[in-house]
Structures are given as C-alpha cells and as structure tokens.
C-alpha cells in the first residue's frame, strides 16, 4: 500500500511544510509514502531524504504535456490515495481521476480567501472538485466557505488543523522587559495583512501607553508586487506619528519562533487567513494572543487567553491593544498558559495525524 503527495515543490511555503511534517509521522505509522513534484525548488527536500522518502521530479516546462505526464504517472502508480495540496496539484489530482480511478483522491483548502470562489480561475477549481473523494481544508472557516458556495460537496468537506512543530528554542523570555509589553507581528508587508490600521490605532494610544509597548513586526517584503508599497507606506506613517521607538519593521527572519518566544504577546491583525500558523505556533509557545476575528478566531482565542478585534476597525485594534498594556503580568503569565493548553488540544501530531489515517482510509 502506497501513498502519493503532489505538490508543486519542496519550497519554503506553508503548504510545503504542512507536508513534510505529515509524512515523517505516517513513515512511523509503517506507511509508504512517494511524493511528486514538478517545480524544482528543494528546500525541504532534506528533511524527506532523512525520513527515507521517494521523490519523484517531473520538470516538465510545457503545462499541457505536464499535465498528461503526471496524469499517466498516477493512474500507473497503483497508490491507495493521492494527496494534493494547493490550486495547481489539487487540479492535476483530479484530472487525473477522470475517467474512473480506484485510488482515494484527497485535495484541500488552505487559503479560506472567500473572494477566489468568485474568479474564473476559482469556479473552474471548484467545478473540477468534483472528481476530489475528499477535500480537507485546514479550518473550520474554510470549510464553511465551500459549504456556503458548494453545497453539494457537503460530504467531502473534512476539517484537519495544521500540526505545529517548533524548532529548537534558544531564546529567553523576560515578562515585560524593561517595563515594556512587547508585541510580535509575524506577516508579509501585504494590505491584507493589515500595517496600516495597526500603524493607525497605536498612534490614538495614550502616549504613557505607547511609552510601555514594543511592536515588533517580522515579513518578507517580497510576497507580493504590493509588498514594497506597503512597506514603504508604513515606514513614512511611523515617521509621521513619531513612532520610530514604538513600532519597528523588520525583515522577515529563520528563527521567527525565538522571537515570538521572547515577546509578550503575539498578534495578527489580518483582514483574511486560512488557519494562521503564526498564531498556532504562538500558541503552541505559551503566549496570549491578540488578533482580527479571522479564520477560526472563536476557537483559537476567548477572554481566557486573548483579545479580539476587528480588522477595518482602527479604535477596535487600539481597544484591543490597550488592553493588553492594561493587564497585570500575572493575568499575561496565565493567558499564555491557557493559549499552552488550547494548542495541545488543537494541533498536537498524534491526534492530527489520526484524523489523517481516517481521511486517507489506514
């Protein structure tokens, strides 16, 4: 019995991660598993080499000889599922199902971006989903949203939340350090991610309240054609409002787990996600949260081990963020604590990948 994932390749996304996390765990489980990809971008490819796993490369440049390639591929490997993550792969996945198939075709949702059921590109997906066995999305949202727009997939549709590993943490954490509540931002310098009305809200603090915050923001500056735009944009709004001491924005940086680590609390002030992994490892390091009621907020965060905001609401984030500089330090110790709890009921690896072998059929 063998498993295949598809995917475009071993780059550094989400996706990509997700994968070579959920394979090693079924390699213990006595399963065999084989991915294909057909991008060449190896950066994960390390840790499959050392967990013994088949790689096969289909570096096809021509998109319709591509797509026959891995369709003959599939139907002559004898797998028991063929797994799919992304737009692309989830495609291939099912075309290479019609005409019958004996294996289990499993795609997913990781984007929960309501917008792209809408677009032709995202109609053709959804019409082609038909042939997918099972669709996993990777929250509760996202389900709902194919519901919302597929209700006759209904009996598709399976919820499987991100297993969160966090590397080896070297850094320390101090609560309040210098008498400061420090926040970490871990996002792109995209619109959607929301720097600007953050930018905004901090600035109608209190200046005693800005004198005991530290916000700390960590992205790429090239995740999107908008990205240096918006990084631009947010650098003169600081200068503006004179929070150069208050806000920094920083590089995206490897080990983005110390940092959250050595904060006192970790936010997200999104305008959409799908299952947000700064904030499940966030939580996964024992620390309280406050973030844009996205995605599975009403799971993620109560009143026990965060604060709530709403997204196009500039006095709603510096409601939110006053009161996490309001708090007590033993109130902030303890919310981290419940955050602790919540994730290892939520993405510990030995549940999720039970859910896993029940998707697939083990």
């Known amino acids: 019995m063998k498993l295949l994932f598809l995917i475009d390749s071993l780059g550094s996304g989400g996706a990509q991660r997700q994968i070579v ?48 390639k891995i369709r003959s591929f599939i139907r002559q490997g004898n797998y028991k599922a063929v797994i799919s993550f992304l737009d692309t792969p989830d495609f291939l996945n099912c075309i290479s199902a019609i005409g019958g198939h004996t294996w289990k075709v499993i795609t997913s949702e990781r984007s929960a971006k309501e917008d792209a059921f809408f677009s032709y590109r995202g109609r053709l997906m959804g019409w082609f989903k038909q042939y997918s066995d099972i669709i996993v ?35 320390k954490y101090m609560p309040r350090k210098e008498g400061k509540t420090h926040i970490v931002v871990a996002a792109s310098y995209q619109y959607l991610k929301n720097p600007i009305n953050l930018i905004k809200a901090v600035n109608l603090l209190d200046d005693s309240q800005k004198d005991k915050l530290i ?25 503006q409002y004179n929070l150069d001491k208050v806000i920094h924005l920083n590089e995206a940086v490897s080990n983005i787990a110390d940092r959250m680590n050595e904060a006192d609390v970790v936010g997200l002030f999104s305008q959409f996600e799908g299952l947000p992994n700064a904030i499940c490892e966030a939580m996964s390091l024992s620390k309280p949260i406050i973030m844009s009621r ?13 604060v709530l905001c709403e997204w196009n609401n500039v006095d709603s ?15 902030l110790l303890a919310a981290g604590e419940s955050s602790g709890k919540k994730a290892k009921l939520l993405f510990d690896p030995e549940t999720i990948i039970k859910r896993w072998e029940a998707i697939i059929g083990l």
């Open 21 to 68: 996390t959920i394979i090693p765990l079924l390699k213990q489980k006595g399963v065999e598993v084989e991915v294909l990809c057909y991008h060449e971008d190896t950066f994960f490819m390390d840790i499959l080499d050392r967990n013994s796993v088949k790689i096969h490369w289909l570096l096809i440049k021509n998109p319709i000889l591509r797509m026959w």
């Open 137 to 171: 999305c990777n929250s509760n949202n996202a389900s709902r949203m194919w519901l919302k727009h597929y209700p006759q997939y209904r009996n598709k549709l399976k919820v499987t939340y991100n297993i969160v590993t966090l590397p080896l943490i070297v850094s």
């Open 215 to 239: 916000l700390d923001w960590y992205g790429s500056k090239k995740a999107s054609q908008s990205s240096a735009q918006v990084f631009n944009e947010s650098t003169k709004l600081i200068s």
């Open 294 to 306: 996205v995605s599975d907020w009403d799971v993620l965060v109560d009143e026990n081990n965060g």
């Open 317 to 331: 984030i510096k409601k939110a963020l006053n009161t996490i500089l309001t708090i007590s330090d033993d109130q």
